[in-house]
């Protein structure tokens, strides 16, 4: 004897969940998925820079402000705003953050995407803070001694290959991140009718 089953569902709290989605009540969920959109953008971002580079990103020690992706930002996204932000600092990388070597004569570095030689420089690292770095003297005595940096995020952030990474990550993930803020929504809203 087969078996007989029947289901009854009230749907009328979906539906009313589903109208109550117009604009004011989905700016949210679109601020969320922009949200998390640009910030994934942000680190596939950091993640091609440090591949052209050739360094490591989160190898720092724990020093803040030594990373690709610490140099760039996604400011926050207030609901009602349909458009995000990825900005990059224009203030460069420590240049030991790159491919350096102390010689008798200086250090050589391959940050610029060819050995370089910076004369009368060299390799030390601060005892006090542990910060390891390339410094050069300040005039004829021991100190001062100035800290030398490599190329920004920025001027390697606006290359037509990181745009590219942008735009393919972008178009990619927001229909999904956009999907999933409006089920939770929906399902918010249903929770509380």
Same mark, same amino acid.
């Given at each position: 004897?087969?078996?007989?089953?029947?289901?009854? !569902?009230?749907? @009328? #709290?979906?539906? +009313? $969940?589903?109208?109550?989605?117009?604009?004011?009540?989905?700016?949210?969920?679109?601020?969320?998925?922009?949200?998390?959109?640009?910030?994934?953008?942000?680190?596939?971002?950091?993640?091609?820079?440090?591949?052209?580079?050739?360094?490591? =990103?989160?190898?720092? *020690?724990?020093?803040?402000?030594?990373?690709? !992706? =610490?140099?760039?930002?996604?400011?926050?996204?207030?609901?009602?705003?349909? $458009?995000?932000?990825?900005? =990059?600092?224009? @203030?460069?990388?420590? !240049?030991?953050?790159?491919?350096?070597?102390?010689? /008798?004569? *200086?250090?050589?570095?391959?940050?610029?995407?060819?050995?370089?030689?910076?004369?009368? #420089?060299?390799?030390?690292?601060?005892?006090?803070?542990?910060?390891?770095?390339?410094?050069?003297?300040? *005039?004829?005595?021991?100190?001062?001694?100035?800290?030398?940096?490599? /190329?920004?995020?920025?001027?390697?952030?606006?290359?037509?290959?990181? +745009?590219?990474?942008?735009?393919?990550?972008?178009? @990619?993930? !927001?229909?999904?991140?956009?999907?999933?803020?409006? @089920?939770?929504?929906?399902?918010?809203?249903? *929770?509380? +009718?």
């Amino acid at each position: 004897m087969p078996l007989a089953m029947s289901v009854t !569902l009230d749907t @009328r #709290a979906f539906e +009313a $969940a589903v109208k109550a989605l117009g604009r004011p009540t989905l700016d949210e969920p679109v601020a969320k998925a922009l949200r998390a959109t640009a910030n994934q953008a942000r680190n596939q971002a950091a993640l091609a820079i440090e591949k052209r580079w050739g360094i490591k =990103s989160r190898d720092t *020690g724990g020093k803040r402000n030594q990373d690709v !992706l =610490s140099q760039i930002r996604v400011p926050f996204v207030p609901v009602g705003a349909y $458009a995000a932000e990825i900005i =990059s600092s224009k @203030r460069g990388l420590a !240049l030991s953050r790159f491919s350096v070597r102390q010689y /008798p004569f *200086g250090v050589v570095t391959t940050a610029w995407g060819i050995p370089k030689l910076i004369k009368h #420089a060299f390799i030390a690292t601060m005892p006090k803070t542990g910060h390891r770095g390339v410094y050069i003297r300040r *005039g004829k005595s021991r100190l001062p001694i100035q800290e030398l940096f490599g /190329p920004s995020v920025h001027g390697t952030f606006t290359t037509k290959e990181v +745009a590219d990474v942008i735009a393919a990550t972008t178009g @990619r993930r !927001l229909a999904t991140n956009l999907a999933r803020q409006v @089920r939770a929504s929906v399902r918010r809203l249903v *929770g509380h +009718a």
